[in-house]
Protein backbone atom coordinates (compact mmCIF):
# COMPACT_ATOMS: atom_id res chain seq x y z
CA UNK A 1 0.00 0.00 0.00
CA UNK A 2 1.41 3.44 -1.19
CA UNK A 3 0.16 6.49 0.97
CA UNK A 4 0.68 9.24 -1.81
CA UNK A 5 -0.71 9.08 -5.43
CA UNK A 6 3.37 9.82 -6.53
CA UNK A 7 4.83 6.25 -4.87
CA UNK A 8 1.97 4.68 -6.44
CA UNK A 9 2.55 5.63 -9.82
CA UNK A 10 6.18 5.30 -9.63
CA UNK A 11 5.98 1.54 -8.70
CA UNK A 12 3.61 1.35 -11.42
CA UNK A 13 6.41 2.58 -14.02
CA UNK A 14 8.56 0.57 -12.52
CA UNK A 15 6.27 -2.93 -12.41
CA UNK A 16 7.39 -5.92 -13.54
CA UNK A 17 5.25 -7.71 -12.35
CA UNK A 18 3.91 -9.67 -14.49
CA UNK A 19 4.56 -10.00 -18.27
CA UNK A 20 2.91 -7.50 -19.77
CA UNK A 21 5.48 -5.22 -19.41
CA UNK A 22 7.39 -6.44 -21.79
CA UNK A 23 4.93 -4.69 -24.13
CA UNK A 24 4.18 -1.47 -23.12
CA UNK A 25 4.44 1.85 -24.55
CA UNK A 26 3.24 3.53 -21.40
CA UNK A 27 1.75 2.27 -18.54
CA UNK A 28 -1.89 3.58 -18.40
CA UNK A 29 -2.22 4.81 -14.44
CA UNK A 30 -5.62 6.18 -14.52
CA UNK A 31 -7.31 9.67 -14.77
CA UNK A 32 -9.46 12.49 -13.37
CA UNK A 33 -10.68 13.71 -10.25
CA UNK A 34 -8.22 11.85 -7.49
CA UNK A 35 -10.92 12.70 -4.89
CA UNK A 36 -14.03 11.87 -6.95
CA UNK A 37 -17.50 10.56 -5.51
CA UNK A 38 -17.81 8.10 -8.96
CA UNK A 39 -15.29 5.88 -10.20
CA UNK A 40 -14.69 3.85 -13.56
CA UNK A 41 -13.29 0.58 -13.84
CA UNK A 42 -12.48 -0.97 -17.29
CA UNK A 43 -10.43 -4.07 -18.30
CA UNK A 44 -7.08 -2.71 -19.43
CA UNK A 45 -5.44 -0.03 -22.26
CA UNK A 46 -5.93 -0.77 -25.80
CA UNK A 47 -3.48 0.67 -28.27
CA UNK A 48 -4.44 4.13 -28.08
CA UNK A 49 -4.17 4.01 -24.66
CA UNK A 50 -0.77 2.41 -24.35
CA UNK A 51 0.66 5.07 -26.46
CA UNK A 52 -1.40 7.87 -24.44
CA UNK A 53 -0.46 6.52 -21.43
CA UNK A 54 -4.68 7.55 -20.78
CA UNK A 55 -7.29 5.45 -20.36
CA UNK A 56 -10.53 5.56 -22.48
CA UNK A 57 -9.12 7.45 -25.28
CA UNK A 58 -9.70 5.12 -27.95
CA UNK A 59 -12.70 4.31 -29.85
CA UNK A 60 -14.48 2.81 -27.07
CA UNK A 61 -13.78 5.81 -24.74
CA UNK A 62 -15.56 8.34 -27.75
CA UNK A 63 -18.73 6.30 -27.21
CA UNK A 64 -18.05 6.35 -23.37
CA UNK A 65 -17.66 9.97 -23.60
CA UNK A 66 -20.77 10.80 -25.79
CA UNK A 67 -22.46 8.60 -23.21
CA UNK A 68 -21.41 11.34 -20.46
CA UNK A 69 -21.55 14.07 -22.10
CA UNK A 70 -25.57 13.28 -23.25
CA UNK A 71 -25.96 12.62 -19.15
CA UNK A 72 -24.34 15.73 -17.95
CA UNK A 73 -21.49 13.47 -16.11
CA UNK A 74 -18.31 15.51 -16.44
CA UNK A 75 -15.35 13.32 -17.50
CA UNK A 76 -12.78 15.06 -15.54
CA UNK A 77 -14.71 14.93 -11.84
CA UNK A 78 -15.11 11.35 -12.45
CA UNK A 79 -12.13 8.93 -11.75
CA UNK A 80 -11.41 6.57 -14.78
CA UNK A 81 -9.15 3.09 -14.04
CA UNK A 82 -8.58 -0.46 -15.54
CA UNK A 83 -8.19 -3.26 -14.05
CA UNK A 84 -4.75 -4.10 -15.68
CA UNK A 85 -2.19 -0.82 -16.59
CA UNK A 86 -0.17 -2.71 -19.03
CA UNK A 87 -1.81 -3.31 -22.89
CA UNK A 88 -2.46 -6.68 -23.27
CA UNK A 89 -1.28 -7.71 -26.79
CA UNK A 90 -3.90 -8.21 -29.14
CA UNK A 91 -6.49 -6.98 -26.82
CA UNK A 92 -6.80 -10.02 -25.77
CA UNK A 93 -8.38 -10.41 -21.86
CA UNK A 94 -5.76 -9.96 -19.43
CA UNK A 95 -5.20 -13.84 -17.59
CA UNK A 96 -5.81 -14.40 -13.90
CA UNK A 97 -2.01 -13.98 -13.16
CA UNK A 98 -1.67 -10.52 -14.74
CA UNK A 99 -4.70 -9.38 -13.06
CA UNK A 100 -4.02 -10.57 -9.69
CA UNK A 101 -1.10 -9.05 -9.67
CA UNK A 102 -1.89 -5.60 -11.28
CA UNK A 103 -5.07 -5.34 -9.17
CA UNK A 104 -3.35 -4.40 -5.97
CA UNK A 105 -2.30 -1.69 -7.59
CA UNK A 106 -6.22 -0.53 -8.52
CA UNK A 107 -7.32 -1.66 -4.85
CA UNK A 108 -4.53 1.07 -3.78
CA UNK A 109 -6.02 3.51 -6.09
CA UNK A 110 -9.83 2.81 -4.63
CA UNK A 111 -8.41 3.54 -1.39
CA UNK A 112 -6.92 6.89 -2.39
CA UNK A 113 -10.07 7.70 -4.18
CA UNK A 114 -12.29 6.76 -1.64
CA UNK A 115 -15.63 6.95 -4.31
CA UNK A 116 -18.79 6.13 -2.88
CA UNK A 117 -19.68 4.75 -6.68
CA UNK A 118 -17.78 2.47 -8.77
CA UNK A 119 -19.05 1.36 -12.44
CA UNK A 120 -17.78 -2.01 -13.36
CA UNK A 121 -16.95 -2.02 -17.12
CA UNK A 122 -17.71 -5.31 -18.54
CA UNK A 123 -16.98 -8.56 -17.40
CA UNK A 124 -13.39 -8.88 -16.48
CA UNK A 125 -13.86 -5.84 -14.00
CA UNK A 126 -16.98 -7.02 -12.65
CA UNK A 127 -15.09 -10.64 -12.17
CA UNK A 128 -12.23 -9.25 -10.75
CA UNK A 129 -13.49 -7.02 -8.29
CA UNK A 130 -16.96 -8.88 -7.51
CA UNK A 131 -15.93 -12.75 -8.06
CA UNK A 132 -16.07 -14.91 -10.62
CA UNK A 133 -19.13 -15.97 -9.85
CA UNK A 134 -20.77 -12.86 -11.24
CA UNK A 135 -21.80 -12.76 -14.83
CA UNK A 136 -22.61 -9.63 -15.97
CA UNK A 137 -25.57 -10.12 -18.26
CA UNK A 138 -27.10 -11.26 -15.11
CA UNK A 139 -25.55 -8.98 -12.77
CA UNK A 140 -25.40 -5.47 -15.27
CA UNK A 141 -28.03 -2.51 -13.90
CA UNK A 142 -28.16 -4.22 -10.53
CA UNK A 143 -26.81 -2.64 -7.39
CA UNK A 144 -24.20 -4.45 -5.44
CA UNK A 145 -22.88 -2.73 -2.22
CA UNK A 146 -19.78 -4.04 -0.31
CA UNK A 147 -17.61 -2.24 2.46
CA UNK A 148 -19.19 0.69 2.02
CA UNK A 149 -19.37 1.32 -2.11
CA UNK A 150 -22.21 0.91 -4.07
CA UNK A 151 -21.09 -1.27 -7.53
CA UNK A 152 -22.97 -0.67 -10.81
CA UNK A 153 -22.06 -3.22 -13.35
CA UNK A 154 -23.01 -2.49 -16.77
CA UNK A 155 -21.43 -3.77 -20.56
CA UNK A 156 -18.23 -2.66 -21.40
CA UNK A 157 -18.76 0.02 -24.10
CA UNK A 158 -15.95 -1.97 -26.17
CA UNK A 159 -19.37 -4.26 -26.29
CA UNK A 160 -21.36 -1.79 -27.82
CA UNK A 161 -19.24 -1.38 -30.61
CA UNK A 162 -19.94 -5.05 -31.46
CA UNK A 163 -23.79 -5.14 -30.92
CA UNK A 164 -25.50 -1.85 -30.80
CA UNK A 165 -28.50 -3.42 -29.17
CA UNK A 166 -26.81 -3.00 -25.77
CA UNK A 167 -25.98 0.15 -26.02
CA UNK A 168 -29.64 0.83 -24.80
CA UNK A 169 -28.75 -0.38 -21.45
CA UNK A 170 -25.47 1.20 -21.01
CA UNK A 171 -26.93 4.34 -21.21
CA UNK A 172 -30.11 3.27 -18.49
CA UNK A 173 -27.29 2.50 -16.27
CA UNK A 174 -25.46 5.28 -16.44
CA UNK A 175 -28.77 7.28 -15.85
CA UNK A 176 -29.28 5.03 -12.53
CA UNK A 177 -26.12 6.28 -11.41
CA UNK A 178 -26.06 9.62 -12.48
CA UNK A 179 -29.85 9.62 -10.20
CA UNK A 180 -27.63 7.78 -7.57
CA UNK A 181 -25.09 10.81 -7.19
CA UNK A 182 -27.93 13.46 -7.17
N1 LIG B 1 -10.82 -0.57 -22.73
C1 LIG B 1 -10.59 -0.63 -21.40
O1 LIG B 1 -11.06 -1.50 -20.70
N2 LIG B 1 -9.82 0.31 -20.88
C2 LIG B 1 -9.28 1.29 -21.58
O2 LIG B 1 -8.58 2.11 -21.01
C3 LIG B 1 -9.54 1.32 -22.95
C4 LIG B 1 -10.31 0.39 -23.51
Given at each position: ??????EL??A?K?C??????T????I????G?R??D??????G???????????F?????Q?????????????????????V??R?????N????????C?????N?????KP???????????????????????????WI??????????F?PAA?L?????????????????????
Open positions: MYNTWEEEIGRGCKLYNRTNVFGTNEALMFIGEPGADEDRLGEPVGKAGLMNEAFLALGIDRKEVYIANIKCPPSNRPEDDEASVINYLRQVILVKIIVLLGSVALKNILGKEYGITDTRGKEKKGIKYMPTHLRDDSKKIFFWKDLKEVKKAME
